[in-house]
């Protein structure tokens, strides 16, 4: 008999089998657990990702809430460093996988076609982005200059 294993799939909304593949580890929104015998998917559990909104942390936390599943193997998009060094102490196989859908991403990891990592995707607070343009300006210009400079002249 063939042996399980459990491979974690970072998940867009709402997560699951025919979600895509979430590019952020820290910030994904949910987590698909995957059991797999042989080459076959038995079973899947969705897990919501409690360090997605967090100040800071956020891929220490989620990879904390991955070691807590007991999974053999990790897909994602990208991997932070400090979410990599954590990963990487549990003993994990990261794989990085295009946002396609979760259960194709766990196709190509059985069938050995997905990279495996031994370091970060990208660099520190890659994922912090929050799309709230952050920049002291706030963009209230009001478009107040005359026009009325003289010009180059040569």
């Known amino acids: ?10 998940s867009q ?21 995957v059991s797999v015998t042989g080459n076959d998917i038995k079973e899947e559990k969705i897990i919501p990702n409690g360090a997605m909104n967090a100040m800071g942390g956020a891929g220490i936390q989620a990879a904390q809430t991955v ?21 990487q102490q549990t003993g994990l196989q990261i794989a ?13 990891y059985i069938d050995g076609k997905l990279q495996i990592v031994s370091s970060s995707t990208v660099g520190l ?12 300006g706030g963009g209230r ?10 010009g180059r002249r040569f």
């Open 1 to 10: 008999m063939s042996e399980t294993k459990k491979i974690v799939v970072t």
């Open 13 to 33: 909304p709402p997560g699951g089998l025919d979600s895509l593949v979430d590019p952020r580890f820290g910030r994904c929104n949910s987590f698909t657990l």
């Open 67 to 87: 070691a807590n599943l007991g999974a053999n193997a990790i897909i994602t998009g990208n991997l932070g460093p400090n979410a990599f060094n954590a990963l």
């Open 96 to 108: 990085i996988s295009t946002p396609i859908k979760v259960r194709d991403a766990v196709q190509n």
């Open 125 to 136: 607070h890659a994922g912090m982005g929050m799309g709230m343009g952050g920049g002291m």
């Open 141 to 150: 210009g009001r478009g107040m200059g005359g026009g009325r400079g003289q």
